[in-house]
């Protein structure tokens, strides 16, 4: 039960898109639709950005998008602003009936 | 309002024991699949485990199976963490988080309980 990788760290500037890979095996992301991010800001509670691979919940802004292709689904953050610094964590169901979450990415917004 | 709040965190030492509790509120708890979830501080997010509605089903991650007890007491709104046998390792802030209903992610968290396993 690896964590599923992720990069250590983006950045960009205001107004810029930045992506965050998420990549596990057919074990986990390539082999569900069961994909889910969430947004940290440390000291709070995280966030749910999008569930079940591409689904935003009501009030997440449609800069959040996400795709998948294979064992890889990939957060893209549109219009980057300053709020949107935080760490980001995808998560995982399993062949297993367990969980797995991304090992994170720490988002700067220059 | 919909609330998680855990209790039961604290300093053990190496092989002793805890058990962490969640009490929840503002939603009808027998429906809703409960998980723990661990960070140690400044690291990442790990999935610890998970109990169905009716503890018929419960699931661990490989670095606490064994050793860990998710339960639950749905009289009391209630999920238990039974922690034995802790290590160094095991040392982390432990969120309760609420599995959204029907589906296969979380979508409520508790503030978190610290447990620290130190001599």
């Known amino acids: 039960q690896s964590a599923l990788t992720q990069p250590a760290s983006v950045s960009g500037s205001p107004g810029q898109s930045i992506t965050i890979s998420c990549t596990g095996t057919?074990?986990?992301?390539?082999?569900?639709?069961?994909v889910s991010w969430y947004q940290h800001h440390p000291g709070k509670a995280p966030k749910l950005l999008i569930f079940d691979v591409s689904n935003r919940p009501s009030g997440v802004s449609n800069r959040f998008s996400v795709s998948k292709s294979g064992n890889t689904a990939s957060l893209t953050i549109s219009g980057l602003q300053a709020e949107d610094e935080a760490d980001y964590y995808c998560?995982?169901?399993?062949?297993?009936?367990?969980?797995?979450f991304g090992s994170g990415t720490k988002v700067t917004v220059l | 309002e919909v609330q998680l709040v855990e209790s039961g965190g604290g300093l053990v030492q190496p092989g002793g024991s805890l058990r962490l509790s969640c009490a929840a509120s503002g939603f009808t708890f027998n429906n809703y699949w409960i998980h723990w979830v661990r960070q140690v501080p400044g690291k990442g997010l790990v999935w610890v485990s998970r109990v169905n509605t009716d503890e018929s089903s419960t699931n661990y991650a490989d670095s606490v199976k064994g050793r860990f007890t998710i339960s639950r007491d749905n009289a009391k709104n209630t999920v238990y963490l039974q922690m034995n046998s802790l290590r160094a390792e095991d040392t982390a802030v432990y969120y309760c988080v609420r599995g959204a209903l029907r589906a296969y992610y979380v979508d409520v968290w508790g503030k978190g309980t610290t447990v620290t396993v130190s001599s």
């Open positions: 057919s074990s986990d992301v390539g082999g569900y639709n069961y």
């Open positions: 998560f995982s169901y399993t062949v297993s009936s367990t969980y797995v």
